[in-house]
Structure formats: C-alpha cells, structure tokens
C-alpha cells in the first residue's frame, strides 16, 4: 500500500485551532522542560509549583507578574507596529536602556521639585532618546537598505554598554560603597505605585498604547500605510507611499515606546539607573508580538503570561538555585512548538491511498 | 613592532572562533536559510567542548562532540524552516534563546572548574618566517585547520559540482528541484554543517580560548559573526579578514586597556559594535551604487515544493 501526503491551504483557520495551537505548544513546551529537569536531578513537579506558586500562587505574587507585563505589553506594542511594516526592530532591549538613560539625565541636570513636570520630561527625554536611537536604525534602513536586525542588534550592546559607562563613571553614586549605580530618585521623579504593591502607572500607559495601537492602525492614514508596505512594499510604493518616510517614523516610534517601557522600569520600579536594569524584556517583547500576531489584546494577554513566567523564573531561582536564564529554555521552546503549530494551522493535511482506485 | 606583532597574533586568535561560525553561516546561507541562532548555537558548542574536555580530558574529542551537537541542534532549525516553511527569523531568535537558557542551566555546575585544553603548536619552519611566522603560525591546531577550511569552502563553492548546487539552492530551489536535486535535502545539509561549525567556534572560546566555561560567555560573537556573512559578501576569503579585523579590534581594546588609558573601559567594549554597523552601512551604500554582490537570491524565502496530482 502508497500513501501521499497532500497539503492543502485553508481559507479560514477554523476557530478551536486558534485556540488550541497555542495551548499544546505550551504544554508540550513544558513537557520537554520537564524532561530536561529529570535529566538534571530536578524534580519538574516541584520546579512547576515552584514557579506556579511564585507567580500565581499570593496576591503579592501576581502583583509582581503585573509589574512585568508593564514593559512587556509597552515593549511588544513597540515592536509590533515596526513588525507590522515588515521591518524587524530587533533593539528594544537597547532602546529601554536608552529610555532609562535619558530618565536619569533628566534626574540628574533638570531636576524640578513637581511630580507632573518630571513625568512629562522624563517621558518626553525617554521618548526622544529611544526614538533617535531606533531612527538611526530606520533611517539606514531606508536610505541603505542596511540590514536592520543587525543595526538594532549592534545598537542593543553599544547602548547596553552605554549604560555601564555612566553608572560605572560620571554618574555613580559616591554614597554607593563602590555599587555601580545613581543615587536614589527624589520622590518627585518616582512613578506613584497601586497600594502595597509595586504596580505603578506604567499599567495605564500600556493600556493605553494597546488602544492606541488599536486606532492607529486601524482607522488612521498613518496606519494603512504601514499596513499597505507591511502586505506589498511594491505595490505601496506604486500608489505613492513614501518607504523611506514610513521606515524611519516607524522606527522612531517603535524605540520612543520601548525607551518609555525603560523610563518606567527605572522611575516607577528601581528608583535609580543600575546595570542589568531589563532582564531580556525587549527579546521577549519580539516572541509577544509575534506570538500575539501582532494583535493588541493578544499583546496584552501574551505579557501576562510572560511575566508569569519571569516572576516564576525568579522564584525558581531562589527555590530551587536554577539561573534565571532558565526560563529562556521554555520560551525557546514555545516558540519552536507555536512554529511547528503555524503548519498545522495553515494547511490542511490529506493522507491518501494512492493504490486505491 | 613587537607590539604589532603581538596585536595581529590575538587578532588571529580571538577572530577564529567568529571565523568559524561566520563560515558556517555562509553555507547555511548560501542554500538560501537564514540561521540567526548562531549565539545560541556557540554558546552549546561551548558548554559541550567544555564538559567533553573536562571528562574526558581529550580536546580533540571535546571539538568532535561540539560539532556533532551543534548538527544535531540545528536539525530544530532545519526541521522548522525547510520542512515546515516557518519564519527563519523567529525560529532563529528561539534558537538562540534556546541556547543561551540550555547552556546557562547545564553549565551551572562547571563555573570555576578549568581544563588543560589545546595548546599551541608552532608549525616547523614556518612558524620562523619574521613577522608572518609569529602572526599565522604560533597557534593551535584549530587555528590552523581553519586556513584549511577557509580554503576549502571557496574552492568548493567556486569549483566544484556541489558548490554549484549549493549556490543555486540559495538561488533558486525550484530550477535545482526541476533538474532531479532534492532542494530539501540540500538545505538541510549546508543548515546542519553550518551549525555544527558555529558549535565549533563556541568550542573554541571555551576549550582554547579561556579554559573555562562561563554563562553567557560567547558575548554576542554569534550576532558579529551573522553580520560578518554580509560583510564578507558570502565569500569565505572575506570572511578571514572580518574575523580577524573583529578580534583585532577586541585585541586592541584589551591592550589599550591594559596600558592603564583614560579611556572608560565601557566605550572601548561598544567599538567592535559600532564597527559592525560602520561596515555594514560602507557594504549597502556600495551595493545601493549596483555593485553585484554574492547574495543568495532565495535567502529567506521557504521552498514549498509545487502541488500535483
């Protein structure tokens, strides 16, 4: 007996795929993280709980996850309007850096004892900064057609390293005992926090960009050019819509909004401009956006869950002494199996017995 | 001059582990896929070529086990990208993350241990030549075999049959499939040897390079090495000069350092990025002027084989 494959295109993804592409591939995501765990001596029952119960298991806990779905949410909107372009904003963790840089300049030379003035020059600073640093991107990109996921990359570890060189010289705090870091924030350039928690307005600005993400894209000029070059860069160019115009705005507002996710992570969380200030936010923002389809709510939903993982991350990482980065393991995995699903989702699969008449 | 001489040595040596995963690269690219794991893949290389040569003891198995790993890791990308038609750029940034949260969690138990790794053989005679002897021939074995490599890869991608096809896959899969080659099958080789060569590169920071394992010690060599293949316009001569130009640049900024300048040490580590970028920006602006390069023209794009019935 022949069999052949056959694959056939669907015309609409029936609605449970949807559903459940996302769902097996987490689960079967965790199934391999538990074999590896087995392999290492580790319990993955334990570790599981470990990180359920860190995340989800007190209401401090899924506090924390908020305050993780902040930059996460404002991130993965950040690189899903570039992503929507067809250009791949790969530096938005640079561009948070940036954002909290620009944040504690302002702090440091333009000082004003009012909360609302600090609010709107820090964001405007962070805005600005992260603009510039991904226009410079967009801009190569459109005059030179210089490969942008390796510009965003590189400007990632100049501004990472940027960073370093502020807080390791100019501006370390002498009363710091030697820790490379600023000093405190006042009072009136910290972001007011939700009750005990450490939820701060960064939560409304998210909400708020995921919104405005909605709009723009959907009922504004701006945003059906974006869409136009994002599904034919040809036939846009065609009916006159400026790719370089469009390329260098979009990577402005893309790093503007991922250098306000920084100037949230320093002003409303850490109150002070230290190394290590994101913890791989803006590559995670990339697997948001893209697992989310570039799809607000979806955005919104997919940070959750990311945050969930980091905060499990950590409580791993006191628990059970496993690294931090362990989590990039799952999120390496999701990705692979959510990949492998986008097959399952697209075509549909016919085995035939080519014997029978 | 006796500075020189030493700078250009430790160019040599801390461009060839970017050297050997920029070569595999080109082939993985010039079949037409795009592996941007490779810092993911290095990073395994490492940890692999590491615990081989601290159980074992012997180096030459531990670069052995990093190939055969890297393959094997790869053949996740390979699967994804030239079976499944998936985004190569998504499935390359999870590979990545993949490695860097692998190697982090396996390599946890081996911070502070140390190996006797490869050392260096000065090649006979040669190694004599004044200058050139101490520049190319003081080095250890892997140094050495990736002047063969290097060699090896341009004569076979510019001589040979299977080049041929290797460069016409990248080109365009359907001709290749239309003459009786299996584009599939292609592509999935040059993706598996590509990955198992940046494996290689990983292991050589950690078996020849420092000795020891370290997290995350492959500290972005693996994106240098990705904008080196267009740097080198996909040519493996070019190449050698990228990795070594890069190494000499981390050479220098260690020296620079070490001769106790002002310079914040920060500012010398962005130099090796910026360079990057600078060089890209000089490459496209030349390419913007019409001058052909050897980009694989299908890079990127999934090969979906034609339905019939």
Redesign the interface.
């Known amino acids: 007996m022949k069999y052949r494959v056959i694959l056939e295109r669907r015309y609409q993804v029936p609605l449970h795929l949807e559903f459940l592409c996302p769902v097996i591939s987490i689960v079967l995501a965790l199934a391999v993280s538990a074999v590896l765990l087995v392999s290492l001596d580790v319990s993955p029952v334990r570790a599981f709980l470990a990180m359920w119960n860190g995340a989800f298991g007190s209401w401090w806990g899924l506090s924390e996850v908020v305050v993780k779905t902040i930059p996460l949410a404002i991130c993965g909107i950040a690189v899903a309007i570039s992503f929507r372009m067809k250009i791949w904003n790969i530096g938005a963790e640079g561009q948070i850096y940036l954002g909290a840089l620009a944040t504690a300049a302002v702090v440091r030379y333009a000082y004003v004892d009012s909360f609302p003035v600090m609010f709107v020059l820090m964001l405007a600073a962070a805005a600005a900064a992260g603009g510039f640093w991904g226009g410079i991107a967009g801009y190569l990109k459109a005059r030179w057609n210089v490969n942008e996921i390796i510009t965003t990359l590189m400007l990632n570890y100049v501004a990472i390293h940027l960073t370093d060189y502020f807080v390791y010289g100019p501006w370390r705090d002498p009363a710091s005992l030697g820790f490379p870091m600023t000093a405190p924030f006042p009072e009136a350039a910290r972001l007011p926090v939700l009750a005990d928690t450490r939820v701060h307005v960064g939560i409304l600005i998210a909400l708020v960009l995921v919104l405005l993400y909605r709009v723009v894209l959907r009922w504004t000029r701006w945003g059906f050019e974006i869409r136009a070059i994002g599904e034919n860069p040809k036939a846009a160019d065609y009916a006159g819509i400026s790719f370089l115009k469009n390329a260098v705005l979009v990577m402005v507002v893309s790093g503007a909004l991922a250098a306000i996710a920084g100037m949230g992570e320093i002003a409303g969380l850490q109150g002070r401009l230290q190394p290590g200030l994101s913890p791989g936010y803006g590559y995670t923002a990339i697997i948001v956006a893209w697992l989310a389809r570039l799809n607000p709510w979806s955005i919104f939903a997919v940070s959750f869950f990311m945050g969930g993982l980091f905060v499990g991350g950590e409580s791993l990482q006191v628990v059970m002494r496993l690294p931090l980065s362990s989590i990039q393991v799952i999120q390496g995995l999701i990705l692979f199996f959510v990949l492998a699903s986008e097959f399952f989702r697209v075509y549909r699969i016919h085995i035939i017995n080519t014997e029978a008449g | 001059m006796e500075v020189i001489v030493t700078i250009l040595s430790a160019a040599v040596r801390s461009g060839t582990p970017i050297l050997y995963a920029t070569l595999g690269e080109i082939l993985t690219e010039k079949s037409g896929v795009m592996n941007?794991g490779l810092e993911?893949l290095m990073l395994i290389g490492a940890l692999t070529g590491f615990w081989t040569a601290l159980v074992t003891g012997n180096p030459a198995l531990a670069i052995a086990a990093a190939f055969a790993v890297g393959v094997a890791v790869s053949t996740?990308h390979a699967?994804?990208c030239v079976s499944?038609?998936?985004?190569q750029?998504?499935?390359g940034?999870?590979?990545?993350?993949?490695?860097?949260?692998?190697s982090?969690?396996?390599g946890?138990e081996m911070i502070g241990e140390t190996i006797k790794g490869l050392r260096a053989v000065p090649v006979p005679f040669l190694s004599e030549i004044p200058v050139i002897g101490k520049v190319l021939f003081h080095h250890d074995v892997l140094v050495y075999a990736s002047y063969f490599l290097v060699v090896f890869i341009a004569w076979f991608l510019y001589v040979t049959r299977a080049g041929l096809n290797l460069k016409a896959v990248g080109d365009d899969p359907h001709v290749v499939e239309s003459v009786g080659l299996n584009p599939v099958r292609l592509r999935y080789v040059y993706t598996l040897i590509g990955g198992g060569l940046a494996a290689i590169g990983g292991a050589y920071l950690s078996v020849v390079y420092t000795k020891m394992w370290g997290?995350?010690m492959s500290a972005?060599r693996g994106?240098i090495a990705?904008?080196l293949v267009?740097f080198a316009v996909w040519h493996p001569m070019r190449a050698v000069l990228g990795a070594y130009l890069f190494g000499g640049v981390g050479a220098l900024q260690l020296r620079i350092q070490a001769a106790g300048t002002s310079i914040?040490?920060?500012?010398l580590?962005?130099l090796p990025?910026?360079f990057?970028?600078f060089v890209?920006?000089v490459i496209?602006?030349r390419?913007?002027r019409g001058i052909v390069l050897g980009a694989p023209a299908a890079l990127g794009v999934p090969y979906q084989r034609e339905?019939r019935?």
């Not at chain 2, 914040?264 to 500012?267: I, N, S, V, Y």
């Open positions: 941007l993911g996740i699967f994804l499944l038609g998936a985004n750029v998504v499935s940034l999870a590979l990545t993350m993949f490695g860097t949260g692998v982090s969690l396996l946890r997290d995350q972005g994106w990705v904008a267009i914040p040490a920060p500012l580590l962005m990025y910026l990057t970028i890209l920006l496209s602006m390419k913007k339905e019935t």
